[in-house]
């Protein structure tokens, strides 16, 4: 969630200064402020939706990996898009999906013991501030090839890195957003609940001989982290 929601805020300025090129500031700074605020915009919209979705459905694991396919989706072609419009499309999208971090903190709530719930949140902080540490430092060193004189392959005329100078701030998204995927699917115990009480005996449930809570706990903190990353 971090690198998703991240990212694009970094690259954001630049390309709208692509998008508008010639452009005076006073087209400039607003333009930025409006694609900026998007993504909070669309998820402060949605966000009570997801978590009552999540409440009905009984089935948290999947609106975290539905989130996290469409986020990734969106933020990666925010980075691939030429067009102011395709920009502000692909951060209201993103935006309005990213219940990852609402969800996980409900199953984190609703699963874990305290104690368990402090160590799970305590890895989603710090998660979450890893990738803000890091997210523009790579992204930043990917954006723009061609312009910075690095001699790779779609730098002519025409070519795809020239027409799309942040494609590789893209594909750093895409590849986060497939490993927090994968994370997820693997870690993040198949809970049903009902009302936000988890349903014993249930696949996923108190009732499953895995060891729950046990294993659970450690796979919902590790889990927890890499969402937020």
């Known amino acids: 969630m971090g690198v998703t929601a991240h990212a694009p805020r ?21 333009a ?18 997801w ?3 999540a409440d009905v459905s009984g089935r948290p694991k999947a609106l975290i990996l539905l989130a996290n396919v469409v986020c990734g ?44 719930q402090a160590i799970a949140m305590a890895y989603r902080t710090l998660g979450a501030g890893l990738a803000q540490i890091l997210t523009p430092i790579v992204i930043g060193q990917l954006a723009n090839p061609c312009r910075r004189g690095f001699r790779v ?22 590849a986060v957003g497939v490993a927090a995927t994968a994370v997820n699917f693997f870690m993040v115990p198949d809970v049903r609940t009902a009302h936000g009480v988890p349903v014993d005996g249930a696949p996923g449930g108190s009732g499953e001989g895995c060891g729950w809570p046990c ?7 590790a889990a927890a982290a890499a969402d937020d990353a």
Do not use: H
């Open 10 to 30: 970094t690259l954001g300025v630049y390309q709208v200064r692509d998008f508008f090129p010639g452009a005076r500031e006073e087209t400039i700074g607003p």
């Open 32 to 49: 930025t402020g409006s694609l900026a605020s998007a993504f909070n915009l669309a998820q402060l919209a949605t966000s009570f939706a």
């Open 51 to 53: 978590g009552w979705a």
């Open 153 to 174: 392959g779609g730098c002519g005329q025409g070519g795809f890195l020239a027409t799309r100078p942040y494609a590789l701030s893209g594909a750093f998204i895409a």
């Open 215 to 221: 294993c659970a706990r450690r796979r919902t903190a």
């Open 73 to 116: 989706a969106g933020s990666t072609a925010f980075a691939l898009t030429t067009s102011y419009g395709g920009a502000m499309a692909a951060r209201v999208v993103a935006g309005a999906f990213m219940t990852s971090g609402v969800v996980m903190k409900a199953l984190i709530g609703t699963t874990l013991s305290k104690d368990a």
